[in-house]
């Protein structure tokens, strides 16, 4: 890896394969003649002149599932969404690149689209009546205004083209740090520790952030673990979501969230990459603390994970497992009685990712070597199964076919654990993965001009607002603490400058994230712990 790289311009997609995923339980959304998002999906738009209709779904959230049993069941909607709109399906899991950047703040995201791909009305889920004027009223505007909403849609993205552009022009270098920014980052994890000390909910633990929903927000939890005068704020918050509702008793495993600041109306999705970070979380506390509940409990949720997202034929884990209200209902009978909620067996790089990290950690701090075998067996798994021949990790497997390369959710969390399997086993294969995926990434993923990571490789066929590439928090912080831990096993200083500079163009993309840029602290705090700054 070069210190001084130049983004490749050569990147394009291949044509993905058209997914679509339904309720489990009896509709007819099937009768709708989906398309895939796609090229042609959006020219046949333009030829027809007609808008799109957009949906975009999950297999695990339970209000996509009445999507699909209710509104999108009535003859009267399908006839009406064939007839006079391009329909469009998108699996949220399967493309989090076009979830970010249409998701209507939660799942079913309905949207009505120019064939430009720009918004012409969104909500979420949308009740028959409601859509059917909807669809009608756009529908008349869009005949009548045609070319007006075509110019408008055209002056706005290349507006944000225009914006994107000037953004970049105040250059970018890997000259080391001036010493006040070295002491702001010096500074962070204590500064953001007092902000989530505001923000702390005393009476019922966790995070006031909403006034109903309540999250569990790991990272966050993580960061004030971390000082030693908040641990106890640690601790309620896991009693609180342990007893109030937020871990399911019976079957194991954390629930998404809770629409109830008590934790007491859990919404039922158990999702893999949340139930990682809770392990981690769970392990760190009992490591910290050496209160054996925890570690009691994050044997428990371990449990959970094996029995119903691992794939033992596989060596691998499910993606989620769907949400089930009536299932989930207090009483004698309502689990006896019932299925159990169905799992998503799709893979997810990123999500595999986490919880291998998640395991090699417990089977250290829980002296349990069989978690570290079974994380080296699903890391084998990915590096076998869903790395793309350009040297990227695929998105995601379903159907024994893989697809989405180059994402860097993917190439981060990944290198991620490839590094803490280097850590426990000292394998030079785990080590060179990592460099290579990390290569990949600043490679075609590293904008030279602002120094932070984009999500994506550039796509010259990028529909609508996909054209525009976004820098996420996260993902850009954990980039920078891998490029730091392999700066520190290879003594290579350019490594160390451009993470030091990534996690400094971050900073601004913290003070605007709010409780959700923990994880930036986070990192940062693990960076000062290991003396890498």
């Known amino acids: 890896m070069s210190g001084n790289v130049i983004a490749s311009n050569s990147w394009s997609f291949a044509p993905m394969p058209a997914v679509f995923r339904y309720s489990s339980h009896p509709n007819q959304a099937h009768k709708i003649h989906w398309r895939a998002w796609s090229k042609a999906a959006f020219d046949e738009a333009i030829q027809t002149d007609k808008p799109i209709f957009l949906l975009i779904s999950s297999v695990w959230s339970q209000g996509c599932q009445l999507m699909d049993e209710t509104t999108l069941s009535e003859a009267r909607v399908i006839d009406v969404i064939n007839a006079d709109y391009i329909p469009i399906r ?102 953001a520790s007092s902000i989530l000390i505001d923000l702390y909910d005393h009476e019922q633990g966790g995070f006031t952030i909403h006034p109903h929903l309540k999250f569990p927000h790991p990272e966050a939890l993580e960061l004030l673990l971390k000082d030693s005068g908040s641990y106890e704020l640690v601790r309620y918050s896991l009693v609180q979501m342990r007893d109030g509702g937020l871990w399911d008793h019976e079957d194991g495993g954390f629930f998404r969230y809770s629409a109830a600041s008590d934790w007491s109306m859990p919404h039922t999705e158990k999702m893999l990459d949340e139930n990682a970070a809770m392990l981690r979380l769970l392990v760190l506390t009992a490591q910290a603390s050496g209160d054996h509940q925890w570690s009691e409990l994050a044997r428990q949720l371990i449990a959970y994970i094996n029995t119903t997202l691992w794939q033992p034929d596989k060596g691998i884990f499910s993606g989620s497992q769907c949400a089930d209200e009536e299932y989930y209902e207090p009483g004698m009978y309502s689990r006896a009685s019932r299925t159990p909620p169905q799992v998503d067996h799709a893979i997810y790089t990123s999500w595999n990712a986490r919880m291998i990290s998640s395991y090699l950690l417990a089977a250290q701090v829980l002296e349990d070597t069989s978690l570290s075998i079974q994380a080296l067996q699903a890391l084998d798994y990915l590096c076998t199964h869903l790395m793309h021949r350009d040297g990227s990790m695929l998105h995601y497997a379903i159907d024994g076919q893989a697809s989405l390369p180059g994402q860097l959710a993917d190439q981060v969390w990944m290198t991620q654990a490839l590094l803490d399997a280097y850590a426990v086993s000292g394998s030079k294969h785990h080590l060179e993965t990592a460099i290579a995926l990390m290569h990949f990434s600043c490679q075609e993923l590293l904008d030279p001009d602002s120094g932070l990571f984009y999500d994506y490789p550039a796509d010259p066929r990028a529909i609508g607002r996909l054209a525009i590439r976004e820098q996420p928090l996260t993902e850009n912080a954990l980039a920078a603490f891998c490029l730091l831990r392999m700066s520190a096993y290879s003594q290579r200083k350019h490594l160390h400058d451009t993470a030091m500079r990534v996690l400094m163009e971050c900073m601004q993309k913290y003070y605007r994230t709010g409780i959700l840029g923990a994880s930036y602290a986070c990192v940062v705090a693990q960076a000062i712990e290991q003396g890498w700054l």
């Open 90 to 191: 998108v699996d949220s899991d399967l493309r989090p690149d076009i979830n970010q950047r249409y998701n209507q703040n939660g799942w079913p995201g309905v949207l009505l689209l120019s064939a430009e791909g720009e918004i012409l009305w969104g909500g979420m889920y949308v009740p028959a009546t409601t859509l059917l004027y909807y669809l009608g009223y756009i529908r008349r505007y869009y005949a009548d205004h045609g070319v007006e909403i075509s110019a408008q849609a055209s002056e706005l993205q290349t507006h944000r083209r225009t914006r994107a552009l000037t953004q970049t022009l105040a250059g970018y270098d890997l000259r080391p740090l001036e010493p006040e920014e070295q002491l702001t980052l010096q500074e962070l994890p204590a500064a």
